[in-house]
């Protein structure tokens, strides 16, 4: 079992950066695949990016791709997502997933949730 804590969120001016991170409780974080999501209000919980347990493999939304980075430190239980030209579009709450088994941007799959932060970008 693993429990996530998602950190970094804030108001930043369209064109700016944020960088999220997702702190994970428990000895086996180098054994999850991880992921990033987001929900805006009033919309469903849609994929931002997922990286594979060593970190080799990434994948991201096509509306992120590019200014989006998902990456992963092992050794501290981490893993984040730096957000780089953000977009009033980006605003949302961010959560942070967790699996053994699954990675991809299917949300449903994922085992382990964090509570979300919150990232709102400005015009």
């Known amino acids: 079992q693993v429990q996530l804590v998602e950190s970094g969120g804030g108001l930043v001016q369209a064109g700016g950066s944020l960088r999220l991170s997702c702190a994970a409780s428990g000895r086996t974080f180098s054994s999850y695949k991880m992921g990033w999501f987001r929900q805006a209000p009033g919309k469903e919980r849609e994929f931002v990016a997922a990286?594979?347990?060593?970190?080799?493999?990434?994948a991201y939304a096509d509306s992120v791709e590019g200014r989006f980075t998902i990456s992963r430190d092992n050794a501290k239980n981490t893993v984040y997502l730096q957000m780089n030209t953000l977009k009033p579009e980006d605003t949302a709450v961010y959560y942070c997933?967790?699996?053994?088994?699954?990675?991809?941007?299917?949300?449903?799959?994922?085992?382990?949730w964090g509570q979300g932060t919150q990232v709102t970008v400005s015009s």
């Open positions: 997933s967790a699996d053994l088994n699954y990675w991809g941007a299917t949300a449903r799959l994922y085992g382990y």
């Open positions: 990286i594979s347990w060593s970190g080799g493999r990434t």
